[in-house]
Structures are given as C-alpha cells and as structure tokens.
C-alpha cells in the first residue's frame, strides 16, 4: 500500500513562495494521476493542481500563473511551487494518487483520489 508524506508547509508573506513536497513509498503502478488539494476551514476540498505518470499537468483557475506541480520520479516525490501567495491561499495542502487511471487526469474531484497524505498547513500573512 502506498503511503504519501508531505512536508513544507508555514507561514509565508503575501507575495512570498513556499515549495510543498509529497513523497511516496510503495510501489505506484505506471498508469496514474498525482495531486495536490486544499480545504480551507469550513470549505470544501478543492483541486489545485494534477499531473499524470506521463507529465501532464492541469491546474486550478486559483492556481494558474503562480503555481506549479512538479514530480522527480527517482525520489517518488511530488511537488507543489507555488509563488505570488494570496490571502485566500491559506489552507490545508493534501497530496493525493490514484493508480491504475483509465483516461484523463484533469478535471478528476477528490473523490476520486483513493490514497491521500495527512496534509501540511499553509498560512499566508498580510
């Protein structure tokens, strides 16, 4: 069974970055998708950016132009950069996979991710 681990999270001024990183143990098979969500108090869990085991990637309206996901395969590891922090960027970061995908990655909601890390807070000040 695959187990993600994140790590990076703090506290960041407005306009500063903060580089998220998610990495894997176990064995994930070739076909799959790779994730990043976030779920602010009281809110719903929200995609924020996705890639596939190919490289493709599809982000967020929120995340376009400031953030960017990113994987080294060799160290199982997922990355989420994100620049230009928002106030409304402040959250609980969640890296998640699913395996063994039939078609695309992009547009996939959070149910259908079945293997998620325990998340890594964010918090942005003014």
């Known amino acids: 069974q695959v187990q993600l681990v994140e790590s990076g999270g703090g506290s960041v001024q407005a306009g500063g970055s903060l580089r998220l990183s998610c990495v894997a143990s176990?064995?994930?098979?070739?076909?799959?998708?790779m994730a990043w969500f976030r779920q602010a108090p009281g809110k719903e869990r929200e995609g924020v950016a996705v890639?596939?085991?190919?490289?493709?990637?599809e982000y967020a309206d929120a995340a376009k132009g400031r953030f960017t996901i990113s994987k080294d395969n060799a160290k199982k590891t997922l990355y989420l950069q994100m620049n230009t922090m928002k106030p409304k960027d402040p959250a609980m970061y969640y890296c998640?996979?699913?395996?063994?995908?039939?078609?695309?990655?992009?547009?996939?909601?959070?149910?259908?991710?079945?293997?998620w890390g325990q998340g890594t807070q964010v918090t942005v000040s003014s």
């Open positions: 998640a996979l699913v395996q063994r995908v039939i078609g695309a990655c992009g547009g996939r909601g959070h149910e259908h991710y079945n293997i």
């Open positions: 176990g064995d994930i098979f070739s076909r799959y998708c």
């Open positions: 890639i596939d085991n190919f490289g493709m990637t």
